[in-house]
């Protein structure tokens, strides 16, 4: 008896798991700036810590944009309804993904913009 998976459900994870990703070094980004000391953040060379945050507030929303284009299609087919786990998570990861792009679009999104890459 072989159960088969469908190939579809098992390429929602890492699409999930790219948004989170995402998603966590912009909260990192986040925490980062509400903790540090403006006057002693190096403006000319960030530290190594920073590199992450600086990448994502700086280009961030592209994959994020990118991978909500490719999750939203996934999330509405009709596959992806019968595979409730994996779009449990896919919407999860998607919701956390916007929220972070709504955040990114706010003046504290710009000011935030503005520290790191600025």
Known sequence: MRIETDPHARRVWPLAAVQLLL???YAHALIA???TDAEFFPEQSPPGWSWPAVVVVGIG???ALLCLAVA???LLSARQRAERSSRLGLAVASALTVLMLVVMATPAGWELFDWYVG
Request: glycine share 0%; aromatic share 16%.
């Open 23 to 25: 998603v966590a070094a």
């Open 61 to 63: 929303f592209v994959p």
């Open 33 to 35: 700036y509400l903790t």
């Open 72 to 74: 939203l299609p996934r």
